[in-house]
């Protein structure tokens, strides 16, 4: 491991760890509440948000009128934005993302802000429970049936494209070689299964503003015979099929990989991801209680797993905007930031595919890089943002007698306990250690925390 | 995919790219004047006398496209009448999706220009052979493995130029100029991200560079945006930094309201950028290497609303440069309401076909790699060469 | 693109103040006329700059028939002539004497006074037409003469003061000077509850309506707060929205598909009020996109 232990306190740089990837992270002081509140009692915080209308839904809907009623992604993107910048229940976010990109929707072809978001708050409202719950319910959304072409699946005419991601994409997966545990006989099965599952025809947005989509199943249309679907025959409905398909081994470890990979690092473990497949069918497929497992593991806890992930745009965007505390009434900078997360190549409510985004080192090429490191720099050099305030704060009282490594070592204390790489720390001691222009402590920590966030290390979490 | 962007004459070619977004109102650009039905479907919006300018006896330019029309005359500005694909969707998004993509029928995430850049630079051993003019990447230019290089302003792009405070960029470039280096790394952080910063550094050096070495007798308007991205373009072009696809793009065209007003003040400000940029291309030497293609993401209703006109179908685009033959290419769709698909005009030209124009005529890339199919390159787009 | 304001002109045109979020920029005030939705001219489009709006909130007429505009985005009151020409503006974000943090409804009384809400400031300032201040009232809380995120704000023939204490969920009545009056409302979707009223107006026929914007519904009470009426929306298609079907076939059909003939006719997120010396109503239903007109007695017009 070549990462030098920033924190000395491991208990401080194991709950930043948590709070980065159950969450966005948080700041030095919030991490310092977790501590006194313990760590597995944090992962059952976060684990167990209480769903509902925030408190401050008013507000957003106020400032942000057009988001109200949103027509079009662009529209819709202040929503979310504020939630991930600054919901307590950070998991629910983080979760919502994940499935955002695993059960991807494509704003632009169903071109309906307003249905999007109803599908980030049913990521919030089941994302965390059952997996067949999760999968009954985005097979009954009327934007997924839109947006796979469910609405063109007959009687007569199956049209494959609903039941071949749902095996394909949202449960079971394939290999390298592009095998399922499936065939197309199981495709052809699903197919049939949700013949007659659709959206209702809907008012035309541009007109008077969206109506929300339903959903409907038309029995005529559904074709009644019968169905071999993964090794079970009879005449299988959707829920029918989603039942069937939840229960396939392949769909445990297909989705405790994605949580894996999610959760704890760009590369699967196998060992550790079969451990949490089995979890997932003790508990009847509790997307809660793979977490959990994941969370509490001595695996998740190692050293080794620690910034293993390159940050999402999203996990770039609201990390360092929950570092500098600022958002506390929804204005124009809320919105903004959905905007930064897309010119680094995320557009959320926008996945480019049903495959969603490719997680890892795809996120950052050199044009997306310019946009990290830009943006993260120019936010930590707001200084009346009360966090950085409190990070200034915090490297002040570290004392001026610290040597360049121990100065570094602050710096990264007070933006949630992080760590870098060897090779990066000398860079930054050198820095620290040379003559600075800066007279002012301030300044000089602001520097530091710049640097800090433009280098490789801080693309990872 | 063995090409290298070059054309015949060994010379690199480039390509730029403007476009026109919000959905250009195809009549009311290139007008059918002498159609009695254009007047009857458009009692408002219609166009005649001296708000067009012929160019022949029945359809005219914009009046507010004269210097189009000084480019026409010359020969070199070929107009490609009702251009689209099969079945069009009226979604700004989705229908800008299927021109970037080059895929109208299933959603996609590969740009065709992404895929172009690739074909051109496979290793990606210059970070600038794309570069785009605007904030954030349209999916044209999206493609595995390709960066490119998103630039608002040149003079301002790179690390740090939207800093306020009092740190110093000198300073912090120096230092994560030295920790974005190559070295061998046990994975974090990655080779491949050092390699990347090492190229986004280069690449900001390069580009910001490029205003210093460029100078021409060209005065683009301060004021209008697409002839300041334009002016950019022919910097870094002059720079000869290698960068072969130019993108840029200009609106918002998309006039449901007020559209006599709007639309004439967009083609005032594409049409002079461009007679500019035409001007500076010849200065700087690259008017026999360099194609302009513009579109949009769909054409507008026949019928006006009162006030504008709304989403339709089927369009109009161009393509420029002295490599292109000039004048009126294709039919002008019928108004006729028999020929009309669901009130818009029925395209005539797919717009694949233009675009592997671009790439078998232009840049020499490999079309039916790029498009995953063999379209039908126009070949009477193309001038004879000299 | 949501018309969020809406006021007559003494010589009968409509102005429509419209806003959007911060990356849409269809913000501006449109002038139509009232009878036929002709549509006349716009002004105070998108941008920070002198004569323009960024998160316009609302407006309203002076006895010289000058237009006052507030934007909370840059915290500044704008004038324009009726003609949409740019007179002047003033303020600057603050919480000290004469200053904004975010001001949300505008009212201009018999004299000519502005009464300007100051809605995150939780009070409401009195300014002099030509932008001078002159007094201030309110503190933030739940008591009497207290507010919480107020928004809307009307003037009656009184000149009493009537506000839309938005999170409050109640209207507040102050005297000219500022004194609190009478209140009414509580939480809730019952008959006289509110969720977060937007917007109060005292109507020319002696009602206050308010716009009960998270009840999507309009409540009409007489100045005791008695309630008389509930609006819940009766929309019909407007002119424009004939003209956009006509032109636009396969959303037409869209619409005839769809089956919620009567859901299009409901208010969602009603804002500003105006009522016209002719008995009518005109209400920004502003996520519908339309002004919903009433004829005081018996049926809804058209929108």
Same mark, same amino acid.
């Given at each position: 491991?070549?990462?030098?232990?920033?924190?000395?306190?491991?208990?401080?740089?194991?709950?930043?760890?948590?709070?980065?990837?159950?969450?966005?992270?948080?700041?030095?002081?919030?991490?310092?509440?977790?501590?006194?509140?313990?760590?597995?009692?944090?992962?059952?915080?976060?684990?167990?948000?209480?769903?509902?209308?925030?408190?401050?839904?008013?507000?957003?809907?106020?400032?942000?009128?057009?988001?109200?009623?949103?027509?079009?992604?662009?529209?819709?993107?202040?929503?979310?934005?504020?939630?991930?910048?600054?919901?307590?229940?950070?998991?629910?976010?983080?979760?919502?993302?994940?499935?955002?990109?695993?059960?991807?929707?494509?704003?632009?072809?169903?071109?309906?802000?307003?249905?999007?978001?109803?599908?980030?708050?049913?990521?919030?409202?089941?994302?965390?429970?059952?997996?067949?719950?999760?999968?009954?319910?985005?097979?009954?959304?009327?934007?997924?049936?839109?947006?796979?072409?469910?609405?063109?699946?007959?009687?007569?005419?199956?049209?494959?494209?609903?039941?071949?991601?749902?095996?394909?994409?949202?449960?079971?997966?394939?290999?390298?070689?592009?095998?399922?545990?499936?065939?197309?006989?199981?495709?052809?099965?699903?197919?049939?299964?949700?013949?007659?599952?659709?959206?209702?025809?809907?008012?035309?947005?541009?007109?008077?503003?969206?109506?929300?989509?339903?959903?409907?199943?038309?029995?005529?249309?559904?074709?009644?015979?019968?169905?071999?679907?993964?090794?079970?025959?009879?005449?299988?409905?959707?829920?029918?099929?989603?039942?069937?398909?939840?229960?396939?081994?392949?769909?445990?470890?297909?989705?405790?990989?994605?949580?894996?990979?999610?959760?704890?690092?760009?590369?699967?473990?196998?060992?550790?991801?079969?451990?949490?497949?089995?979890?997932?069918?003790?508990?009847?497929?509790?997307?809660?209680?793979?977490?959990?497992?994941?969370?509490?593991?001595?695996?998740?806890?190692?050293?080794?797993?620690?910034?293993?992930?390159?940050?999402?745009?999203?996990?770039?965007?609201?990390?360092?905007?929950?570092?500098?505390?600022?958002?506390?009434?929804?204005?124009?900078?809320?919105?903004?930031?959905?905007?930064?997360?897309?010119?680094?190549?995320?557009?959320?409510?926008?996945?480019?595919?049903?495959?969603?985004?490719?997680?890892?080192?795809?996120?950052?090429?050199?044009?997306?890089?310019?946009?990290?490191?830009?943006?993260?720099?120019?936010?930590?050099?707001?200084?009346?943002?009360?966090?950085?305030?409190?990070?200034?704060?915090?490297?002040?009282?570290?004392?001026?007698?610290?040597?360049?490594?121990?100065?570094?070592?602050?710096?990264?204390?007070?933006?949630?306990?992080?760590?870098?790489?060897?090779?990066?720390?000398?860079?930054?001691?050198?820095?620290?250690?040379?003559?600075?222009?800066?007279?002012?402590?301030?300044?000089?920590?602001?520097?530091?925390?710049?640097?800090?966030?433009?280098?490789?290390?801080?693309?990872?979490? | 995919?063995?090409?290298?962007?070059?054309?015949?004459?060994?010379?690199?070619?480039?390509?730029?790219?403007?476009?026109?977004?919000?959905?250009?109102?195809?009549?009311?650009?290139?007008?059918?004047?002498?159609?009695?039905?254009?007047?009857?479907?458009?009692?408002?919006?219609?166009?005649?006398?001296?708000?067009?300018?012929?160019?022949?006896?029945?359809?005219?330019?914009?009046?507010?496209?004269?210097?189009?029309?000084?480019?026409?005359?010359?020969?070199?500005?070929?107009?490609?009448?009702?251009?689209?694909?099969?079945?069009?969707?009226?979604?700004?998004?989705?229908?800008?999706?299927?021109?970037?993509?080059?895929?109208?029928?299933?959603?996609?995430?590969?740009?065709?220009?992404?895929?172009?850049?690739?074909?051109?630079?496979?290793?990606?051993?210059?970070?600038?052979?794309?570069?785009?003019?605007?904030?954030?990447?349209?999916?044209?230019?999206?493609?595995?493995?390709?960066?490119?290089?998103?630039?608002?302003?040149?003079?301002?792009?790179?690390?740090?130029?939207?800093?306020?405070?009092?740190?110093?960029?000198?300073?912090?470039?120096?230092?994560?100029?030295?920790?974005?280096?190559?070295?061998?790394?046990?994975?974090?952080?990655?080779?491949?991200?050092?390699?990347?910063?090492?190229?986004?550094?280069?690449?900001?050096?390069?580009?910001?560079?490029?205003?210093?070495?460029?100078?021409?007798?060209?005065?683009?308007?301060?004021?209008?945006?697409?002839?300041?991205?334009?002016?950019?373009?022919?910097?870094?072009?002059?720079?000869?930094?290698?960068?072969?696809?130019?993108?840029?793009?200009?609106?918002?065209?998309?006039?449901?309201?007020?559209?006599?007003?709007?639309?004439?003040?967009?083609?005032?400000?594409?049409?002079?950028?461009?007679?500019?940029?035409?001007?500076?291309?010849?200065?700087?030497?690259?008017?026999?290497?360099?194609?302009?293609?513009?579109?949009?993401?769909?054409?507008?209703?026949?019928?006006?609303?009162?006030?504008?006109?709304?989403?339709?179908?089927?369009?109009?685009?161009?393509?420029?440069?002295?490599?292109?033959?000039?004048?009126?290419?294709?039919?002008?769709?019928?108004?006729?309401?028999?020929?009309?698909?669901?009130?818009?005009?029925?395209?005539?030209?797919?717009?694949?076909?233009?675009?592997?124009?671009?790439?078998?005529?232009?840049?020499?890339?490999?079309?039916?790699?790029?498009?995953?199919?063999?379209?039908?390159?126009?070949?009477?787009?193309?001038?004879?060469?000299? | 693109?949501?018309?969020?304001?809406?006021?007559?002109?003494?010589?009968?045109?409509?102005?429509?103040?419209?806003?959007?979020?911060?990356?849409?920029?269809?913000?501006?005030?449109?002038?139509?006329?009232?009878?036929?939705?002709?549509?006349?001219?716009?002004?105070?489009?998108?941008?920070?700059?002198?004569?323009?709006?960024?998160?316009?909130?609302?407006?309203?007429?002076?006895?010289?028939?000058?237009?006052?505009?507030?934007?909370?985005?840059?915290?500044?009151?704008?004038?324009?002539?009726?003609?949409?020409?740019?007179?002047?503006?003033?303020?600057?974000?603050?919480?000290?004497?004469?200053?904004?943090?975010?001001?949300?409804?505008?009212?201009?009384?018999?004299?000519?006074?502005?009464?300007?809400?100051?809605?995150?400031?939780?009070?409401?300032?009195?300014?002099?037409?030509?932008?001078?201040?002159?007094?201030?009232?309110?503190?933030?809380?739940?008591?009497?003469?207290?507010?919480?995120?107020?928004?809307?704000?009307?003037?009656?023939?009184?000149?009493?003061?009537?506000?839309?204490?938005?999170?409050?969920?109640?209207?507040?009545?102050?005297?000219? /000077?500022?004194? +609190?009056?009478?209140?009414? #409302?509580?939480?809730?979707?019952? %008959? =006289?509850?509110?969720?977060?009223?937007? !917007?109060?107006?005292?109507?020319?026929?002696?009602?206050?309506?308010?716009?009960?914007?998270?009840?999507?519904?309009?409540?009409?009470?007489?100045?005791?707060?008695?309630?008389?009426?509930?609006?819940?929306?009766?929309?019909?298609?407007?002119?424009?929205?004939?003209?956009?079907?006509?032109?636009?076939?396969?959303?037409?059909?869209?619409?005839?598909?769809?089956?919620?003939?009567?859901? /299009?006719?409901? +208010?969602?997120?009603?804002? #500003?009020?105006?009522?016209?010396? %002719? =008995?009518?109503?005109?209400?920004?239903? !502003?996520?519908?996109?339309?002004?919903?007109?009433?004829?005081?007695?018996?049926?809804?017009?058209?929108?």
């Amino acid at each position: 491991m070549t990462t030098t232990t920033a924190a000395t306190d491991t208990d401080t740089a194991l709950m930043a760890h948590l709070l980065r990837r159950a969450g966005f992270g948080a700041t030095r002081n919030q991490i310092d509440h977790y501590l006194e509140k313990g760590y597995e009692a944090t992962v059952e915080e976060l684990l167990n948000p209480e769903y509902g209308e925030p408190e401050d839904q008013d507000l957003l809907d106020r400032y942000f009128i057009a988001s109200t009623e949103a027509r079009s992604v662009g529209h819709a993107d202040p929503q979310w934005s504020w939630r991930m910048a600054t919901s307590p229940k950070q998991l629910e976010e983080k979760i919502a993302l994940f499935w955002h990109s695993l059960l991807a929707v494509g704003g632009i072809k169903l071109d309906h802000g307003m249905e999007m978001l109803t599908e980030i708050d049913l990521f919030r409202r089941v994302g965390l429970g059952k997996f067949r719950t999760l999968l009954l319910e985005i097979s009954r959304n009327p934007g997924m049936m839109y947006w796979l072409d469910n609405q063109n699946s007959h009687k007569d005419a199956p049209n494959e494209n609903y039941g071949r991601e749902l095996l394909e994409l949202f449960s079971m997966g394939i290999d390298q070689n592009g095998e399922g545990a499936y065939t197309e006989d199981d495709v052809k099965a699903a197919a049939r299964a949700f013949t007659g599952w659709a959206s209702k025809p809907t008012m035309p947005p541009f007109f008077l503003g969206p109506f929300p989509m339903e959903f409907r199943f038309d029995p005529e249309d559904h074709d009644e015979r019968d169905k071999t679907l993964l090794g079970e025959t009879g005449n299988w409905n959707g829920d029918d099929a989603v039942n069937i398909i939840v229960q396939q081994p392949a769909t445990a470890e297909f989705i405790s990989r994605r949580l894996y990979q999610f959760f704890v690092a760009d590369e699967p473990d196998q060992q550790e991801v079969r451990k949490l497949a089995d979890v997932f069918t003790e508990n009847d497929g509790e997307i809660r209680a793979v977490l959990r497992a994941i969370f509490n593991s001595e695996h998740f806890k190692s050293e080794e797993i620690r910034f293993r992930k390159v940050k999402s745009p999203a996990e770039l965007v609201y990390g360092t905007a929950r570092l500098t505390d600022r958002f506390d009434l929804p204005d124009m900078d809320t919105s903004q930031l959905a905007n930064y997360a897309m010119f680094m190549g995320q557009h959320l409510l926008n996945p480019p595919s049903v495959e969603g985004w490719h997680e890892g080192e795809e996120w950052i090429d050199s044009g997306a890089l310019v946009e990290r490191i830009n943006f993260a720099s120019s936010q930590l050099e707001r200084t009346d943002a009360p966090g950085v305030e409190q990070m200034l704060e915090r490297v002040r009282s570290a004392g001026d007698s610290l040597s360049p490594r121990e100065y570094v070592n602050a710096c990264l204390d007070a933006m949630g306990a992080i760590q870098l790489s060897d090779r990066t720390m000398n860079i930054l001691t050198e820095h620290a250690a040379g003559q600075s222009i800066h007279q002012d402590q301030r300044n000089r920590a602001t520097e530091m925390f710049q640097l800090i966030a433009s280098t490789p290390d801080y693309q990872y979490c | 995919m063995a090409s290298n962007g070059n054309g015949s004459n060994g010379r690199a070619k480039n390509l730029v790219v403007i476009q026109l977004s919000g959905g250009n109102d195809y009549l009311n650009t290139v007008v059918p004047y002498q159609d009695g039905l254009y007047y009857d479907y458009r009692p408002v919006m219609g166009l005649s006398g001296n708000k067009v300018i012929p160019l022949d006896e029945r359809v005219a330019f914009n009046s507010h496209m004269g210097p189009f029309k000084r480019l026409f005359d010359a020969g070199k500005m070929a107009v490609i009448m009702g251009i689209g694909y099969p079945e069009p969707n009226r979604s700004h998004f989705r229908s800008m999706d299927i021109w970037h993509t080059a895929e109208p029928e299933i959603a996609s995430s590969e740009g065709w220009l992404g895929k172009t850049t690739k074909a051109i630079d496979p290793e990606g051993k210059n970070p600038v052979t794309a570069v785009n003019f605007g904030r954030g990447l349209p999916r044209a230019l999206a493609y595995p493995g390709v960066s490119v290089a998103s630039v608002g302003a040149l003079e301002s792009y790179g690390l740090y130029t939207g800093l306020a405070g009092a740190s110093n960029r000198d300073a912090l470039l120096d230092t994560v100029s030295r920790i974005y280096q190559p070295m061998s790394q046990e994975g974090f952080p990655s080779l491949q991200i050092l390699q990347t910063g090492r190229g986004m550094l280069d690449g900001a050096d390069l580009l910001r560079s490029a205003p210093d070495a460029y100078s021409s007798n060209v005065e683009y308007n301060a004021d209008n945006p697409i002839a300041q991205s334009l002016k950019g373009v022919a910097q870094v072009m002059s720079a000869d930094l290698g960068t072969r696809i130019f993108y840029t793009q200009h609106g918002s065209f998309d006039t449901h309201t007020n559209e006599l007003v709007n639309h004439a003040k967009l083609w005032d400000e594409v049409s002079e950028a461009v007679e500019c940029f035409w001007a500076d291309l010849a200065e700087q030497g690259q008017a026999d290497d360099t194609v302009i293609w513009m579109f949009s993401e769909f054409g507008r209703r026949i019928e006006d609303n009162g006030a504008g006109t709304d989403h339709g179908s089927g369009g109009v685009a161009f393509m420029i440069g002295n490599p292109v033959k000039g004048g009126l290419h294709g039919e002008y769709p019928s108004l006729d309401p028999a020929d009309q698909l669901e009130g818009d005009v029925h395209y005539n030209t797919d717009y694949r076909d233009a675009y592997a124009t671009i790439l078998d005529e232009f840049l020499h890339v490999d079309s039916e790699w790029v498009l995953k199919k063999k379209f039908n390159p126009m070949t009477e787009l193309v001038a004879s060469r000299a | 693109m949501n018309p969020v304001d809406v006021r007559l002109a003494r010589d009968g045109n409509l102005y429509v103040l419209s806003r959007s979020n911060a990356s849409n920029k269809n913000v501006r005030i449109s002038v139509v006329t009232p009878i036929d939705s002709e549509f006349l001219f716009e002004f105070a489009n998108w941008g920070t700059e002198p004569g323009k709006a960024t998160q316009p909130t609302a407006m309203d007429f002076g006895p010289d028939d000058r237009l006052y505009l507030a934007d909370e985005f840059t915290q500044t009151i704008s004038v324009f002539e009726k003609d949409g020409s740019f007179l002047t503006r003033w303020g600057e974000e603050g919480s000290g004497h004469g200053q904004f943090n975010r001001p949300s409804g505008l009212a201009v009384d018999s004299a000519g006074d502005l009464f300007v809400v100051d809605h995150l400031n939780a009070r409401v300032q009195k300014w002099s037409p030509d932008g001078q201040h002159l007094s201030s009232f309110g503190t933030f809380g739940t008591g009497h003469g207290q507010f919480n995120f107020p928004w809307g704000i009307s003037i009656d023939d009184q000149d009493h003061v009537w506000i839309a204490d938005w999170r409050n969920d109640r209207i507040q009545r102050f005297s000219p /000077e500022g004194e +609190f009056v009478s209140a009414f #409302g509580s939480s809730g979707n019952a %008959d =006289g509850q509110f969720d977060r009223p937007s !917007s109060v107006h005292c109507g020319r026929d002696g009602n206050i309506y308010v716009s009960d914007w998270r009840n999507d519904r309009v409540q009409v009470f007489d100045r005791d707060g008695t309630h008389r009426e509930t609006l819940v929306g009766s929309a019909t298609l407007s002119r424009w929205c004939q003209e956009f079907l006509d032109v636009n076939p396969e959303q037409a059909g869209w619409r005839e598909n769809s089956g919620m003939a009567e859901r /299009e006719k409901l +208010f969602w997120r009603p804002a #500003g009020i105006e009522t016209g010396p %002719d =008995g009518r109503i005109y209400i920004a239903d !502003s996520c519908r996109h339309r002004i919903q007109i009433y004829q005081r007695a018996p049926e809804p017009a058209l929108v």
